[in-house]
């Protein structure tokens, strides 16, 4: 019995549907496993290879996020591509919270989240003017920006009196070793040169280092999402492009061969 090219179109785009589940599947397995192994914790030796491991779907670690910004980074750090009232709208902040805490005084909720620092004092007090962070995690990801913020150590050589591991001879004070304490590297003779090993904790401070550690990925989730505001709406609706194109080229397919059958 000759099958249909409508039943030929039905099996393919079931099949392309199982397959298209199937590498969703796949995918969130693999971002579990990867999570997984994130949280289980590495050591000082490698923070190179620390993973922020955070998610832009996560709403409270958003909000949290802001205000830590907000609170820490933003006297000095622009977001001028972000606005007050899309970061309310985006992480679902009533208005009245948004103004009580979140604007500063005499600012518009329509406004660019904008440092109040002049640049030229900027120059003078560190050297440079700190740099617009609304990109700074699509530039160098979320990873960078982690273990940037927690690998600061104690230098008394440095005018800031701190110094970095991600970002040696940073102009950046420690702005955040209240919370955190104050370290030192501690270094191990591996051949004939000297390697980094450990951190030696020299003060603690207002946090115990799980505290510190979901203060810091809060921050780094917060502005991965200030790089692309709507990477969320993006992913979701990828899939379904993606899942359209491959049942538009299933279509055209049989069609070509619809129209070609009787010409060879």
Not at 56 to 84: M, P
Not at 141 to 164: C, E, H, M, S, W
């Amino acid at each position: 019995m000759r099958t249909s090219p409508w039943e030929k179109v039905a099996r393919g785009a079931a099949g392309l549907l199982l397959l298209s589940a199937l590498m969703i599947v796949s995918r969130s397995a693999l971002a579990a496993e990867s999570a997984g192994s994130e949280s289980g914790g590495s050591t000082d030796s490698d923070w190179s290879h620390w993973h922020a491991g955070n998610d832009v779907k996560n709403i409270a670690s958003l909000q949290r996020g802001a205000r830590n910004f907000l609170n820490y980074c933003a006297g000095c750090h622009s977001l001028k591509y972000e606005r007050y009232s899309r970061m309310a709208q985006d992480l679902e902040i009533p208005p009245d919270l948004e103004q009580k805490y979140f604007l500063p005084p005499g600012t518009h909720d329509t406004s660019y989240i904008t440092s109040a620092m002049p640049a030229g004092d900027a120059e003078t007090w560190f050297g440079k003017a700190p740099p617009d962070l609304s990109l700074m995690a699509r530039e160098r990801g979320p990873d960078y920006l982690y273990q940037f913020l927690k690998t600061f150590y104690v230098d008394p050589k440095r005018q800031t009196g701190a110094n970095n591991m991600r970002l040696p001879s940073t102009a950046m004070p420690d702005v955040i070793s209240a919370l955190e304490g104050l370290k030192k590297p501690v270094y191990k003779t591996v051949g004939t040169e000297q390697a980094f090993d450990h951190f030696e904790q020299l003060a603690p401070g207002e946090m115990n280092a799980e505290e510190f550690d979901g203060f810091v990925r809060d921050t780094v989730n917060f502005l991965d999402y200030v790089g692309e505001p709507a990477q969320v709406q993006r992913r979701a609706m990828g899939v379904w492009v993606v899942l359209f194109l491959l049942v538009f080229t299933w279509l055209a397919w049989l069609l070509k061969r619809e129209y070609w059958k009787d010409v060879h």
